[in-house]
């Protein structure tokens, strides 16, 4: 008989041999005992199982128990169709081989655009309980299925409205009976007109069981934990963009007990301005120098965010009480792992103010009187062995504040000790050409386009933003999962670094691997790898694949 509890609080053989939802069998997006494949290469088929064909292009992360891969996809493009659509196909695929058993449809009613960079219609990743699957898509509308593809439940909801529908971050959770995902206000007196919550459904009726009592911007991807006294609970978040309207400002850790479910824990509340002068209503700004578009780690000592103004600074909070315990600097006294383009080395600054840098990358030169700003890429970070990691996005102007900046360091992956406060910089190739008979070519520091076409050779994205390699623009990739002591970050253009997180030194030594899911240019992914029996599935617009030694 198939288990039915998710087990968030240790990880056991079935939780190695399973990945039931986005963030992993604990819910944290790590698996501390798994031993993952390092290196492989799609483009030269090395370390490849098999791969298999996807009907469309998708976002979602990829479920497994047991031989079953659960994921969403658009329905196959007509050429000459709109390329938005509000309509998503659920697939069951055997692990064995990659083969499609079984397809469901969710119809949504508010289409979204087809692989837009900033999510879309297939985004939230399945869950699953090893009995039953449960099916998400963001235009309004999810469903659970049974491991036969017959159909138990599904409802329909409002998605978040204009004009920016599909920004939305959250992955759907399951936590005993109860499945917690990110949806509009109910009509009635408790709830904000227009704002987003937490909703515990249960997973077996689909029956709304509670309601969060504070709000959730749907750029923030929650995240699961334990406190000191195991009390089961979930980190969410307010504040971002294009005026999303949920207050206050801050980080908020949400109940999860029986009979307290939905209730606030406790609340950390965004209280300086731009300038870093106190607020005369606390929790009242957002970005650029407040905002929720990260995965929002923590655990039984401390929470963990960013602040962008004045100057860019890491927080570390005390996830037992709220209390903000440090901030340090993401600027100053850090250490630059710089790639010299022309000596074809990397040049080595320690204990230097990344203000005082120029930036040697071709497509971020800065212009007179421009600084680096550092921007932490959305919702690519997690903490790990005591740093808490993220990559940098670049060229971009999103942080007005002086001194004028340029989104940077260029193209680097970089760490901050949480006790110390040290922070480290290491440029990082943006993607490496590999064909076959020839070495492997790294190229640094420059746009690097990518085509956004399915199968059968239609381009199936939107609008241009989505051909870019998401450094730039920058798009939402999807968040890194720690496995082992390795941490892995895929970027759009469909590279994996594999880094390991353990590293007494962010320098070229840490980085283990630079893999990829298809020949430069012609591979896109906005998807995290996911984890089962020592192998990893990931995806691309195009295909599914399972990688191992």
């Not at 079953?68 to 196959?76: A, G, H, Q, V």
């Not at 059968?456 to 798009?475: F, H, K, L, M």
């Amino acid at each position: 008989m198939r288990s039915t509890l998710i087990a968030f609080a240790t990880v056991t053989a079935t939780a190695l041999a399973n990945w039931p939802q986005a963030a992993g069998p604990n819910g944290t997006w790590s698996i501390p005992d798994a031993r993952p494949p390092v290196s492989w290469s799609v483009a030269r088929n090395q370390n490849i199982l098999w791969r298999a064909s996807l009907p469309n292009g998708g976002q979602s992360g990829i479920a497994v128990w047991g031989d079953r891969i659960f994921l969403t996809t658009f329905e196959p493009y007509k050429p000459g169709a709109p390329k938005t659509s509000a309509t998503i196909l659920g697939h069951a695929i055997d692990a064995k081989n990659g083969k499609i058993l079984w397809s469901v449809k969710l119809d949504g009613s508010v289409p979204s655009p087809m692989m837009y960079a900033y999510s879309d219609s297939t985004s939230p990743s399945p869950v699953t309980d090893g009995e039953h699957v449960w099916f998400f898509n963001a235009s309004g509308e999810m469903g659970c299925w049974d491991f036969n593809g017959k159909e138990v439940w599904r409802r329909q909801y409002k998605p978040w409205g204009e004009p920016y529908p599909f920004n939305k971050q959250h992955e759907p959770i399951l936590y005993g009976n109860t499945i917690l995902n990110v949806e509009p206000s109910d009509p009635g007196p408790d709830q904000k007109p227009g704002w987003n919550y937490l909703r515990g459904i249960d997973k077996r009726t689909g029956k709304t069981t509670w309601i969060a009592e504070d709000g959730t911007t749907t750029y923030a991807t929650s995240v699961f934990g334990h406190m000191k006294d195991g009390t089961p609970a979930v980190l969410t978040g307010r504040g971002g963009w294009h005026d999303v309207p949920e207050r206050p400002v801050g980080l908020g850790l949400v109940d999860l007990r029986p009979g307290h479910e939905g209730k606030t824990i406790w609340r950390y509340v965004a209280d300086t301005d731009a300038d870093g002068k106190p607020l005369a209503v606390p929790g009242s700004l957002a970005a650029p120098t407040w905002q929720s578009l990260y995965v929002l780690h923590w655990d039984a000592k401390y929470a963990y965010w960013f602040r962008l103004n004045p100057e860019e600074s890491h927080l570390v909070i005390d996830s037992q009480t709220g209390k903000l315990l440090r901030e340090q600097s993401l600027i100053q006294h850090v250490d630059y792992r710089q790639w010299d383009p022309v000596a074809g080395t990397y040049i080595v600054h320690k204990n230097v103010n990344i203000r005082d840098m120029q930036e040697l990358s071709p497509r971020n030169q800065l212009k007179p009187g421009q600084v680096i700003r550092v921007m932490p890429a959305w919702h690519c970070n997690i903490v790990v062995a005591g740093y808490h990691y993220f990559l940098t996005t670049v060229a971009h102007n999103r942080n007005n504040h002086p001194p004028a900046g340029r989104a940077g360091p260029s193209h680097s992956i970089a760490r901050v000790n949480v006790e110390t406060g040290k922070v480290e910089y290491l440029e990082v190739p943006v993607t490496v050409i590999r064909k076959q008979g020839e070495p492997d070519q790294k190229v640094y520091g420059i746009a690097v386009r990518t085509k956004t076409e399915d199968n059968q050779g239609n381009d199936v994205a939107n609008e241009d933003r989505s051909r870019t390699d998401g450094w730039e623009i920058p798009a939402f990739w999807g968040s890194p999962v720690a496995l082992g002591n390795k941490i892995y970050f895929t970027t759009m253009l469909g590279i994996t670094y594999v880094v390991d997180a353990t590293a007494k030194v962010l320098d070229e030594s840490a980085l283990l691997a630079i893999n990829d899911l298809g020949p430069s240019g012609e591979t896109w992914s906005l998807n995290t790898p996911s984890y089962s029996n020592g192998r990893l599935y990931h995806r691309s617009l195009k295909e599914l694949v399972a990688i191992g030694q």
